[in-house]
Structure formats: structure tokens, C-alpha cells
């Protein structure tokens, strides 16, 4: 069965620090993965999402990129936090024209 | 053209009511309609979902009603539990195409005991 990993699970950092937060899904290939934020416990936008290694394309622009250095890992990064970046961030797959998208447990990032 | 609005941003229900969340949208090409279900804390998950051939899927106690001519569909929690307390999230895309879900901004659900 497939599974997604996602940590840290809670962060607390200084702003203008750097962020890394990492994502692995296990039990399939090629799946599509997704970065999403969520603040003040709703809505759910999306940040980033990749169709294979090294595709990223970017929904909002802001100051958070990511990568895919291999076919089930996706990683969200800054160079300098933003208390503005503050948020619940979720990492997602999907089955590539499925649409149907499983979530990880998410991340909780707060910036002081 | 990709929204998808979703109402109301919070309900509140007695144990044992019936809980009713809509959305509406405006892409009359999509073809795939999920809810997915939040509890606090923790990432979304898949609750149930519906294509527009059907009208009506139920599934336990939640089901999903479609209404392709007036382009909405509701979820419906019949006997609604504390336990059932969550954010609902409504959502659409095109499957044919591949396309990502567009996401409604969610339903607070509370459940009195």
C-alpha cells in the first residue's frame, strides 16, 4: 500500500532563518506531488506541485521554492523565513490523471 | 472559471441532526467531485467522491448529492456525531485532462453532544 511521509511534524523557527521541509511517498511511481498551505486552519492553497524529477512549477509566487531530487521525494525550502510563512504546510500525491490526492500529516511552521 | 464556492464556512449541528454542506461551480468540464474531511491537526482525507453520471452517491452515513443542470453538489451527514466534527472540503477537477483539484474554503463542521 502506498504511504506519504512528511516532517518535521512541528517547527518553530526565527525569521530569517532557512526552512527545509521534506516529503516521501512510498508503495508507488511516478506520482504527481503537491505543496500546499493552509493558514488559520482552512482554505487550502497551493504552493507547488511536480509531475517528475526536476518539474516544478509554482502556483503563487512568494519565498518558499521546491525541488525533486528523486521520483518519490519533494522538498520545501527557504533561504530566509518570512513571519508571513507561518502556516500548516501539506505535502500530497496523486495517481497522475486521477485526480484523486492523498495527504500527508502536515507540517506546523511557526516563524517569530 | 475554476472556482469552486463552498458554504457556509461553519455549522453547527445537534447529535443525531443532519448536516448539509453545498458547493457550487463553474466549470461545466470537470468530472470529478471529492469531499475531503480535516480533523485538527492532521492532513485531509478522501471522505467520498462523485461523478457526474450519478446523482446521488452514499456511502454509511455521508452521502453526495449532484445536481449537474445547476452545477452543485452538497454532502450530507445523516445522524451526525461528535466524532464527525471536522472541516469538510469540497473539491473538483477534470480527470479526463489530469487536471489538479480545485478546493472550495472549507466547512467547519461542530457536532453537540
Known amino acids: 500500500s502506498q504511504t506519504i511521509h512528511q516532517w518535521p511534524a512541528t517547527l518553530v523557527q526565527p525569521v530569517g532563518s532557512p526552512l527545509s521541509l521534506e516529503c516521501t511517498v512510498e508503495?508507488?511511481?511516478?506520482?504527481?506531488l503537491y505543496w500546499y498551505r493552509q493558514a488559520a486552519g482552512r482554505g487550502l492553497q497551493l504552493l507547488f506541485y511536480?509531475?517528475?524529477?526536476?518539474?516544478i512549477s509554482s502556483e503563487v509566487p512568494q519565498n518558499l521554492s521546491a525541488s525533486r531530487p528523486q521520483d518519490r521525494q519533494f522538498i520545501l525550502s527557504s533561504k530566509k523565513l518570512l513571519l508571513s510563512d507561518s502556516g500548516f504546510y501539506l505535502c500530497?500525491?496523486?495517481?497522475?490523471?486521477?485526480?484523486?490526492?492523498?495527504f500527508g500529516e502536515g507540517s506546523r511552521l511557526t516563524v517569530l | 472559471q475554476q472556482q469552486v464556492k463552498q458554504s457556509p464556512q461553519s455549522l453547527i449541528v445537534q447529535k443525531g441532526g443532519i448536516s448539509i454542506i453545498n458547493c457550487a461551480y463553474e466549470?461545466?468540464?470537470?468530472?470529478?467531485f471529492p469531499w475531503y474531511q480535516q480533523f485538527p491537526g492532521k492532513g485531509p482525507a478522501l471522505l467520498i467522491a462523485?461523478?457526474?453520471?450519478?446523482s446521488e452517491k452514499k456511502e454509511g452515513r455521508f452521502t453526495i448529492s449532484f445536481n449537474k443542470s445547476a452545477k452543485q453538489f452538497s454532502l450530507h451527514i445523516m445522524d451526525s456525531q461528535p466524532g464527525d466534527s471536522a472541516t469538510y472540503f469540497c473539491?473538483?477537477?477534470?480527470?479526463?485532462?489530469?487536471?489538479?483539484?480545485?478546493f472550495g474554503e472549507g466547512t467547519q463542521l461542530t457536532v453537540n453532544p
Open positions: 511536480s509531475v517528475g524529477i526536476g518539474q
Open positions: 466549470n461545466t468540464a470537470f468530472d470529478y
Open positions: 500530497a500525491w496523486s495517481v497522475r490523471n486521477t485526480g484523486e490526492l492523498f
Open positions: 508503495g508507488t511511481s511516478n506520482p504527481n
Open positions: 473539491a473538483a477537477s477534470i480527470q479526463t485532462s489530469g487536471s489538479r483539484l480545485t
Open positions: 462523485i461523478r457526474p453520471d450519478v
